[in-house]
Every structure is written in structure tokens, then in C-alpha cells.
């Protein structure tokens, strides 16, 4: 007897959306895209004005099970990577207040139909946020389980239809020397660029955040966007986006330009493939200090393991 | 042990004149092996010397390049010429 056991993303075919309703969706979000592409990208606020978009009112997405308590949201808004601000993890947050959120603009081109400067708040009136709570699995060996607030990348992508040509995506973020006292540090090769292939930010999994725990994002945790990929190790999940491009060139990424035996283009987690100075076959999870074990592409195999079939050649794990 | 401090002399004003006064330490590194300072810094940060790195690390990195060997060169002359009073 076969048993058939549907995997995290399978839904029945009568769950699925009428093919009309998705065309008439996608046909008034790419009629809005260009009307904010005519008018300037939509209508910046003035600086200081709070987000259009309430991140509070977002639902949470039920597919996306952490298997884990939340981490305590103080732990996640005070203890940060974001080399920007400074090297001390536990002083970003303080100075990362200086950053200006508003107005912000994310700019999504290259490789695309219809390139498009995004206002943020335009952009996020015309989006259905939603929550979903993700691991993340820092490259030196902590994790927390954080509640994110935000919409699909693929969801942008589909804006502003990438190229069949479009082989990979390029996040690269802020880098604002008046409010950044991180970017003196001149030996290090700003600014942060991330990417991906074009099939990963397709991903169901690959999201924008804008918010956390039904907040806006703070600025230590990458406001006012920032990209997850959450089976790939923290550094690949670009903070303060602000500008998205499509290319057929597969990117050389900040860290991968410093050390790249240590943090390579894909950085998939990987607990049997140990950092060259640590093991990354457990974890330290904020918050409780307790040590568990680092499950493969961070317990996600089952929504990403198929991206990387006939890529064994790839140092996929670091 | 004074030849040694000459030695790093000779390499403060070679630094200096190829890569100019300006130049920090930090980059000078950068140029020579990209991922040295990362790596010194997760070395020292792992070991739990966060505020090390920040208040002592980072501001030697931002220091002109040619000070950290001019700076050994003349603690090593200062050493040596000590050692032979002795």
C-alpha cells in the first residue's frame, strides 16, 4: 500500500487558487508597479514619518513551525551581527538608532522586464504581509527562533519579471558613512552584498522582512527590509536592503571576498561540515544557553534540498 | 635583537613611502591578505575578548600603516640597547 506523506509545501489541489484570481492579482500588482515606477516609485514620506504598512496586523503563516520556543524578543533586538555599526554584538543596537528608516527607497533592477525604485511604504501598501517563525542559525554556531513579519521574495520578483536570462540575485545593502561608523573600518569591502541563484529567492522559503515579533524591524535587525533565507547560516540574510539586481554573473558576496574557505557563496548549514576553526554539529540556542543539534540546511531539507541536486561539484556547505 | 628593530624601521618607511601616511593598518592588511583581520578578529572575539578587539583592535587597524612596525622597530632597539647596558 503506498503511503503518501506531503511534504511541508504540498497542499491539495483544492486549496489552490483559482488561476483566475491570481492573474487578476498579479495583473493590479504589475498595473500598481508602474504606476509607482510613473510617479517616482510612489510618494516618499517625509523623514521621520512612521511606515505606512501595520506590521502588527499580520497573520500568521501556520505552515511555518519553528519546532522550538520563540526566542525572548530582548535576546533578538540586543544581541546583533551588524558590522556596520561596530563589532561588539552586544553595542550594535544602541548605535544602530542613528540609522534613518524613512524615507527609503529599494531599488530592483538589472536583469528584469520592469526595473522599479521602490518607495518602502508604497511598496508596502500594495503587498499582504504575513508572519512566519524561522530558525536562524548564525555561522558561529548560536541559533534563535525569531517571528518575522514580512512577504515572499518571489513575490517582488514577480514585480518586476526577471529575465529568463537572470541567473542569480544581488542584495546589497546600506552603507550611510554619516551614521556608520563601522564603514572607517576600510578593511573590509563595503558594501555588504549578499546573493543568491535565482531559484533559491524563488524559494517558498526566501522572505522580506519588515517587521518582527508583529513590530516594525528594529534598525539592529535590518531595518526597514532585510532578506532570510532561513536554511542558510545568518550572514546570507542581507540587513537594511537597498537595492535588489538581477544578473546572469553569480556575485562574489562581502564575506566570500574576505574568506572564502570560511564563508563561501552558498553557506547552507551543514552540522557535519565544521567552520575551519569550529564545529557546527550543535548549537547554542540564545536565550535558554541550551546546546542542540544542527539539523541539516537548519531542519529545512525538505522545503530546499532539491535546489541543489546536480551541484555536488559546489562547495555548497560553507 | 637591534638589527631585528632596524629591520622593522626599514619596513615603517618602506610602508610609508609605497603606500603613502595615510594608509591604515588595517587596510594595509586588507591588501596584503583580504581575510586577515576577519579572522585575527574572530580569533580574538571567540576567545571572548569582544571589547578587546573593539577598544584595542579596531583602533590599531585604523592606525597609519606605518606605525605598528615603527613602533615595534624602536621598542626592539630600546630592548636591545637596554640588553647590552646590562
Redesign the interface.
Known amino acids: 500500500m503506498l503511503i503518501k506523506r506531503p511534504r511541508g509545501w504540498e497542499l491539495p489541489e483544492s486549496a489552490a487558487t483559482p488561476e483566475a484570481l491570481v492573474m487578476g492579482r498579479r495583473k493590479s500588482l504589475g498595473l500598481a508597479a508602474g504606476l509607482l515606477a510613473a510617479a517616482g516609485a510612489g510618494p516618499a514620506l517625509a523623514q521621520g514619518a512612521a511606515p505606512a504598512a501595520d506590521p502588527m496586523a499580520a497573520a500568521r503563516n501556520p505552515r511555518y513551525q519553528p519546532g522550538r520556543d520563540l526566542t525572548p524578543e530582548r535576546d533578538v533586538t540586543t544581541y546583533n551581527n551588524y558590522y556596520e555599526f561596530g563589532v561588539d554584538d552586544k553595542r550594535i543596537h544602541r548605535a544602530a538608532q542613528r540609522l534613518p528608516l524613512r524615507p527609503w527607497r529599494l531599488k530592483v533592477d538589472g536583469m528584469v522586464e520592469r526595473p522599479i525604485e521602490f518607495d518602502i511604504d508604497g511598496l508596502l501598501r500594495m503587498l499582504q504581509l504575513e508572519e512566519r517563525v524561522y530558525r536562524l542559525r548564525c555561522v558561529e554556531a548560536w541559533a534563535m527562533t525569531i517571528p518575522w513579519t514580512g512577504f515572499q521574495l518571489s513575490t517582488l520578483l514577480g514585480l518586476v519579471n526577471p529575465l529568463a536570462s537572470a541567473k542569480y540575485v544581488t542584495f546589497e545593502t546600506a552603507a550611510i558613512p554619516a551614521v556608520m561608523p563601522g564603514l572607517r573600518q576600510s578593511w573590509y569591502p563595503w558594501p555588504y552584498l549578499e546573493g543568491c541563484t535565482i531559484e533559491e529567492a524563488r524559494n517558498d522559503l526566501s522572505f522580506l522582512a519588515v517587521g518582527l515579533y508583529g513590530k516594525a524591524l528594529p534598525p539592529q535587525n535590518g531595518a526597514p527590509i532585510r532578506v532570510l533565507f532561513p536554511w542558510k547560516y545568518g550572514f546570507k540574510s542581507g540587513k537594511s536592503i537597498v537595492r535588489i539586481t538581477l544578473t546572469d554573473q553569480r556575485p562574489v558576496c562581502f564575506w566570500e571576498r574576505l574568506q572564502n574557505q570560511e564563508y563561501g557563496f552558498w553557506a547552507n548549514v551543514n552540522p557535519e561540515v565544521p567552520h575551519p576553526r569550529w564545529s557546527q554539529a550543535t548549537e547554542r540556542v540564545i536565550g535558554s544557553n541550551e546546546r542542540v543539534p544542527t539539523r541539516l540546511f537548519n531542519g529545512y531539507a525538505e522545503q530546499v534540498a532539491g535546489l541543489y541536486t546536480g551541484l555536488a561539484n559546489e562547495r555548497l556547505w560553507a | 635583537m637591534i638589527g631585528l628593530g632596524a629591520l622593522f624601521l626599514v619596513g615603517a618607511a618602506s610602508v610609508a613611502g609605497i603606500f603613502g601616511l595615510g594608509m591604515?593598518f588595517?587596510?594595509f592588511?586588507?591588501r596584503l591578505v583580504?581575510?586577515f583581520?576577519?579572522?585575527l578578529?574572530?580569533?580574538v572575539?571567540?576567545h571572548g575578548w569582544?571589547?578587546a578587539?573593539?577598544d584595542v583592535?579596531?583602533p590599531l587597524?585604523?592606525a597609519p600603516a606605518w606605525l605598528p612596525p615603527l613602533l615595534i622597530g624602536l621598542v626592539l632597539i630600546l630592548l636591545g640597547w637596554a640588553r647590552r647596558r646590562a
Request: charged fraction near 10%; charge should be neutral; avoid cysteine.
Open positions: 591604515s588595517g587596510t592588511l586588507y583580504p581575510g583581520v576577519p579572522w578578529q574572530s580569533l572575539q571567540r569582544t571589547n578587539w573593539s583592535g579596531v587597524m585604523d
